[in-house]
């Protein structure tokens, strides 16, 4: 990757990101490696010498047309065979980036990223746990550590995502709300159920007795604050420890598990499933409306005519 003085449009446009947009590191990681590889296919079609290569001057940016953006989108698709998933973030990295340079840096007059599209990403059935797996991945826990457990509940209870529990403080904890700082540093509340207020009567005991440093929630053998690997692999040893099939079982999919049951068994409205999630878009939300096999199965025999027969 170049040094950050040869893009200085770019990095001024991460810092925009960072401070004023609130977009979290990964999110900013992500937007500069999308641009600088867009960027770089552009100057190797121009023939321009990588030691050459100054992205930084609006003599760059200017000549770049719609056909290079959809250039660089085909070439990943059929070179490097990367996903639908993947081809979006990259057209979304650049559309944004030059909204930026229109509204903001005012570099260029005509945006044309605006007519840039985004490929049709083919809808997925999220990969989550039964009721039943939860339940035993719940009494497997507890069994064995009042710390997991706290962890894998709070997971099942209000489908935390994995940067979210990781970094939380407990100052961030009282009576009834658990405070979450989520994607984009945005503050939500989430209300905490019987089970995770019990589970955490529990930990802060003994958490309490640690002599420690920090104030995170969730403390690692050293005294320090449990790293996101690590909670990813106590989660995916207490699954192998339930007998549940590991296989593309994650923190992330405890997510969606608790977001699921939330749906199907407590009739949650969407609205209010996007919140408890934060979510931005509801469309994000919707993924977890899916039905299961035997929802379809009652909604066939459902039909009056299902028992029409000789």
Not at 246 to 269: C, I
Request: hydrophobic share 40%.
């Amino acid at each position: 990757m170049q040094s950050n003085k040869t893009c200085p449009i770019l990095e001024q446009y991460l810092a925009y990101l960072l401070t004023i947009k609130g977009s979290s590191q990964n999110t900013i990681l992500e937007y500069r490696m999308d641009l600088l590889q867009f960027f770089r296919y552009v100057a190797v079609q121009r023939g321009i010498p990588a030691p050459c290569l100054q992205f930084a001057d609006a003599d760059f940016i200017h000549p770049i047309q719609l056909t290079d953006m959809y250039g660089f989108i085909a070439y990943y698709q059929e070179i490097l065979h990367n996903s639908p998933g993947t081809r979006c973030r990259k057209i979304v990295s650049i559309r944004q980036f030059w909204k930026y340079l229109k509204f903001k840096a005012h570099i260029i007059d005509n945006n044309i990223a605006e007519e840039l599209e985004t490929p049709k990403l083919p809808k997925r059935i999220v990969r989550c746990m039964t009721l039943e797996e939860s339940v035993r991945l719940l009494i497997e826990s507890s069994s064995s550590s009042v710390r997991d457990n706290c962890i894998i509940t709070i997971f099942l209870n209000c489908a935390l995502r994995l940067s979210e529990l990781a970094s939380l403080n407990v100052e961030q904890v009282n009576s009834d709300v658990l405070t979450v700082i989520g994607k984009g540093n945005k503050e939500r509340k989430i209300y905490m159920t019987p089970a995770v207020k019990q589970a955490l009567s529990k930990w802060l005991p003994l958490r309490q007795l640690m002599s420690v440093d920090t104030n995170a929630l969730f403390i690692s053998r050293n005294h320090q604050r449990l790293t996101t690997r690590s909670i990813q692999n106590v989660v995916k040893n207490h699954i192998v420890a339930s007998g549940i099939n590991p296989e593309g079982l994650s923190t992330h999919k405890l997510r969606h598990t608790s977001a699921t049951l939330m749906y199907k068994y407590g009739h949650v409205d969407i609205r209010s499933l996007q919140q408890i999630l934060g979510h931005e878009s509801i469309a994000t939300t919707e993924i977890y409306t899916h039905v299961d096999d035997n929802q379809l199965h009652a909604a066939v025999n459902a039909n009056p005519l299902a028992m029409m027969f000789n």
